[in-house]
């Protein structure tokens, strides 16, 4: 059965190790009433105060849905034993890198925390494939739009541009960006050299995405400074929204690269940089019907719960159904110096999510903990910002 003292124990030892990580913790909407009946009060306390955070009832998909919905929005990492295998279709980047993280105590050693690769299995075989079809159907297009499409690559793509693609070898991916409209609006409003205005949506390894209305655009690291910066969050803040110059347009994948004022280097197509990145991210999927991109577009900025990363949805969490990490947010029914130091934490960062859960299934009963150290669990409110 889930123990609210093994919950605390997993987050209070990850926050140790990784003091500058902030979590948001995900339970159960069930989790209170399965706990024993000593740590109920505790339990209600925290999440009085935003240190445990559950779905609401009658949640489609229960709090592993509500917990992965959190990571994918803030682009944390989940720290969980579960596999999610019935989401693998429409979390793919659950299988990257640094996205998933598993917990188990170690008698004798304390917890240990490892990065993990989700299981397959045949729910996850059947989420892929339904995603697949669905993302089939959604991708037919008319002939009209196929036209368009066409008749905006011709007038955006030089020679020089399609005998360098030649030469680099390869078709394009088959996924693009951008949706045909958005994309087509922009090239008619925006041409190399050209000023938007964008958010910083997320960072990659050799650059960061950036939102420009409804559409998704790319800067590598080259842009970003002569000599280019070592990472992107060195010279950009994860939600932030300033000015770029418009690059490169790349018709074929519908990709818009970007830099920065007095680094672009206007060109006929993008760095091999940005290309590999937006590959390995997948395609963006925007808003429907979006509008004409206009020379200063808007960019919404992303409620941060947590110092500027991808945001955060609450204080010191981890997501109950093994914590699922947020900017690697932390928000647990921990110490108040635990929550305090989590909210100092230097912005955003890796964020985590654990769902309580399954920690407590495969590890032994924690110590109960007495109603006194409970209540100390619970801090006063975390008001947690991004």
């Known amino acids: 059965m889930p123990s609210l003292a093994q919950l605390v124990e997993a987050v209070t030892e990850y926050q140790k190790e990784f003091p500058d990580d902030e979590m948001i913790v995900v339970v159960d909407a069930t ?8 740590e109920r009060k505790a339990f209600d ?66 917890w240990i925390f490892t990065p993990r690769t989700p299981v397959r299995g045949p729910r996850s075989r059947t989420a892929v494939a339904e995603a697949k079809r669905a993302k089939k159907a959604a991708v037919k297009r008319s002939p009209a739009a196929e036209k368009a499409i066409k008749v905006a690559t011709d007038e955006a793509v030089s020679p020089s541009s399609r005998r360098r693609r030649r030469r680099r070898g390869g078709a394009p991916p088959s996924e693009p960006v951008n949706e045909p409209l958005g994309f087509i609006e922009f090239v008619a409003a925006h041409k190399p050299g050209t000023e938007v205005e964008g958010e910083v949506e997320s960072f990659s390894s050799h650059g960061a995405f950036v939102t420009v209305g409804s ?33 490169a347009l790349d018709p074929p994948r519908r990709g818009i690269e970007l830099a920065l004022p007095g680094f672009a280097k206007p060109a006929g197509a993008p760095t ?9 991210a997948g395609t963006h999927e925007p808003a429907p019907a979006p509008a004409p991109a206009k020379k200063k577009a808007a960019a919404k900025k992303k409620a941060a719960k947590a110092p500027a990363k991808k945001k955060a949805a609450a204080p010191a969490k981890k997501a109950t159904k093994k914590a699922a990490p947020a ?24 964020k985590v999510a654990m769902p309580a859960k399954k920690a407590v299934k495969k590890v032994a009963p924690a110590k109960k903990k007495s109603a006194a150290s409970a209540k100390k669990a619970a801090p006063k409110k975390a008001a947690k910002k991004k």
């Open 327 to 350: 900017k690697k947010k932390a928000a647990a029914p921990v110490k108040n110096a635990a929550a305090k130091a989590t909210k100092k934490a230097a912005p955003a960062k890796k």
């Open 45 to 110: 306390e925290a999440v009085a105060h935003n240190e445990i955070v559950s779905p609401p009832a009658g949640a489609i998909g229960r709090g592993d849905a509500f917990l992965l919905r959190i990571a994918d929005k803030v682009g944390a990492t989940v720290l969980s034993n579960d596999s999610f295998q019935e989401f693998h279709g429409e979390y793919d980047w659950l299988f990257h890198n640094g996205r998933l993280i598993g917990g188990k105590p170690v008698p004798g050693v304390g």
């Open 215 to 247: 559409l998704r655009c790319y800067i590598p690291l080259s842009a970003m400074g002569d000599p280019p910066p070592r990472g992107a969050r060195e010279v950009l803040n994860r939600g932030e929204t300033r000015t770029f110059v418009v690059q």
């Open 31 to 38: 989790f209170g009433h399965r706990i024993e009946e000593s």
């Open 272 to 280: 091999e940089e940005t290309v590999e990145d937006e590959i390995a």
